[in-house]
């Protein structure tokens, strides 16, 4: 199901920036990012899709890890898109979407002749009502996904939010077509009329990940490179004196925590280190260094 590059495509433009951009919106874009890479991988694109089937009965088994990893991959995304936001979770319709996926498994389970491996899985099979529900499940959860996330920005409909709901809205679109050709192919003899509407999922749906993917980029790096510029030299350069100095029992301990920590965070972490090494070691730095640490130490706490 090409749905998934939606969740991967999406979530990795998030998150090409250095792990040193580390907050909490990233953090859940990085476990979409993962899943995506999943999805991607039994998609068939990496090792032949025939392979990766064989080894898990020759049933189209990757077609259901396909649904489910992209699933959970658009899921995390909505999490990163609500942190980015400042949106409070809304606890039922937060983990609604993940409830499809017990319902995609049995229905999966229940579908008949499932073999031989095939890219083409669900439309060869969509007469059986089994596979109806299964496809049609993951679909209704995808969309329930993304009309949440524009429902979240419905008051942040400005500038790139706009842009970005946008390009959400012609996925949904897209979703909606698929929707419509699960239903009409399955319950109706409009055969044909439902393949002229599935047809359209295609067109619509990379003009939306298209304007989706931009305009998310776009606002997520506007919002990290004016704190990337604020405290990414301060972050090295304090790394750089932690290793100096030896100021850390394990040489690799100032790498991971700049690279594990938030800027202001691994920034605020590294200060207490250095000061903790001068009272250990009953010394002071050099003055030029003391006066940058003041620096620092200042604008932290103009931060604060």
Request: charged share 15%; with cysteine; glycine share 4%.
């Amino acid at each position: 199901m090409k749905l998934l590059l939606f969740a991967l495509l999406s979530a990795l433009c998030l998150l090409r920036v250095p792990s040193v951009l580390k907050v909490t919106e990233s953090r859940a874009s990085w476990v979409a990012s993962v899943f995506g890479l999943a999805a991607l991988y039994v998609l068939g694109t990496v090792t032949p899709l025939d392979v990766i089937d064989s080894y898990l009965g020759g049933i189209n088994v990757t077609n259901l890890l396909q649904a489910i990893f992209a699933l959970l991959a658009i899921f995390f995304f909505n999490d990163s898109v609500r942190r980015l936001a400042n949106v409070p979770i809304v606890r039922w319709t937060y983990y609604a979407p993940l409830l499809s996926i017990p319902i995609m498994i049995l229905s999966f389970a229940l579908v008949e002749n499932k073999g031989p491996t095939a890219a083409d899985f669900i439309d060869t099979r969509m007469d059986q009502l089994a596979t109806a529900v299964y496809s049609g499940t993951y679909m209704v959860a995808l969309l329930f996904t993304v009309l949440r996330i524009i429902y979240m920005l419905r008051h942040k409909a400005k500038s790139l939010y706009a842009t970005f709901s946008a390009g959400l809205l012609v996925v949904a679109a897209a979703v909606s077509c698929h929707i419509t050709y699960v239903v009409l192919f399955h319950f109706s003899p409009w055969h044909a009329w439902a393949r002229a509407v599935g047809s359209w999922f295609d067109r619509l749906f990379y003009v939306g990940l298209s304007v989706t993917a931009a305009g998310w980029l776009v606002l997520f790096l506007s919002k990290q490179i004016p704190r990337l510029r604020l405290w990414m030299a301060d972050a090295f350069w304090l790394t750089a004196l932690r290793m100096r100095v030896h100021a850390d029992p394990s040489r690799v301990r100032p790498a991971w925590d700049l690279f594990n920590e938030t800027l202001e965070n691994g920034v605020y972490k590294s200060l207490i280190v250095l000061h903790n090494y001068e009272r250990g070691n009953l010394m002071t730095f050099p003055e030029s260094t003391q006066r940058r640490i003041s620096q620092i130490e200042a604008k932290l706490d103009v931060r604060v």
